[in-house]
């Protein structure tokens, strides 16, 4: 069993991110807020519900961080209007949800200790 808080802040740590990271008891797996770059995650998760919300999250935050607060926040924006008027999920289908999902399964898969 690993230390998720440490964990997570050596995973921020070799992502060169500086957020600020919060466990506590949530609706939802995890969440990146932008605007205060922090990343929340429910506290109760399984290790691998964790490795797949931290890695998911972080995605978000590279995403941010190479683009800029402004540019990614309208980018995200525009993607859920693209998907609305496509008739789409707008978070489902969303680009950077479908990166940030991709980029949890494949780092996750290398944490070869996972079940």
């Given amino acids: 069993m690993i230390n998720k808080e440490t964990f997570a802040m050596q995973e921020l740590q070799k992502h060169n991110l500086n957020c600020t990271l919060i466990f506590d008891s949530l609706n939802f797996n995890g969440k990146y807020d932008a605007d205060s770059n922090t990343i929340y995650i429910h506290k109760s998760l399984s290790e691998k519900e964790f490795l797949m919300t931290l890695f ?51 780092k996750t898969k290398e944490m070869t200790w996972v079940k």
């Fill in 56 to 106: 998911h999250e972080i995605n978000h935050a590279m995403y941010c961080k190479e683009m800029g607060l402004d540019a990614y926040k309208n980018d995200y924006e525009l993607e859920m209007e693209r998907c609305i008027i496509a008739d789409l999920d707008p978070y489902e289908c969303n680009y950077y949800e479908v990166q940030a999902e991709k980029y949890a399964k494949q």
